[in-house]
């Protein structure tokens, strides 16, 4: 019977394709199921073989590990060349833009607040 190794919702391609190749170097026999049409199921990733669990666990769990380290170097090379988006650079960036979109969000906190504030 088969078994749902991965959920594919939010997964990149790249992602997708890494894990496929890490299984088929291991000679773990899986497929794809791709999603529905209108969005109710994301696709999976499947094992053919129940059997075939216990080894491919610890493989993705490794992979995943160092899939996050590898993103997060670049995440912070990224921050650190100033490409990351941040507040205080859009603030700079685009003071109008930025300082319209906060006041929005104070608006409908307020809007949202106001219910359950009591004035004295």
Known sequence: MSKLLMNLRRVPDEERDEVCELLEEH?????LTPPSVWGVSAGGLWLRHDEDWER????????????????????????????????????????????????VV?????????????FG
């Open 27 to 31: 000679g773990i026999e899986h497929y």
């Open 56 to 103: 491919a666990q610890p493989l993705l769990a490794d992979y995943q590990q160092r899939r996050y380290q590898q993103e997060r170097r670049a995440f912070e090379q990224a921050h650190q060349d100033g490409e990351v988006t941040t507040v205080a650079r859009n603030l700079r960036r685009r003071p109008l833009r930025t300082l319209a979109f906060l006041v």
């Open 106 to 118: 104070a608006a409908v906190l307020l809007i949202a607040l106001v219910p359950f504030i009591t």
